[in-house]
């Protein structure tokens, strides 16, 4: 298992950033996923085998303009 830290300060909403969660918690491979409450962030433990840290990036970045669409 991989655990990354990903900023998501650009996001205030924090209704957003549960939405964003929910998204990701549903990416296959993606153990768990946690807000770090106060840091911007979240923390995402995932399997390498199944999906890269560079598709979690890229996913959260279409996730983000999803929910302001």
């Not at 209704?15 to 962030?41: A, D, E, P, S, Y």
Request: charged share 25%; hydrophobic share 35%; proline share 0%.
């Amino acid at each position: 298992m991989t655990i990354i830290e990903v900023s998501l300060n650009y996001i205030a909403c924090t209704g957003c950033i549960k939405r964003i969660k929910r998204g990701i918690q549903t990416f296959n491979g993606v153990q768990k996923v946690n807000i770090l409450t106060g840091t911007g962030k979240v923390r995402i433990k995932f399997s390498e085998a199944e999906i890269k840290s560079e598709e979690i990036h890229q996913r959260i970045y279409q996730l983000a303009h999803k929910t302001f669409d």
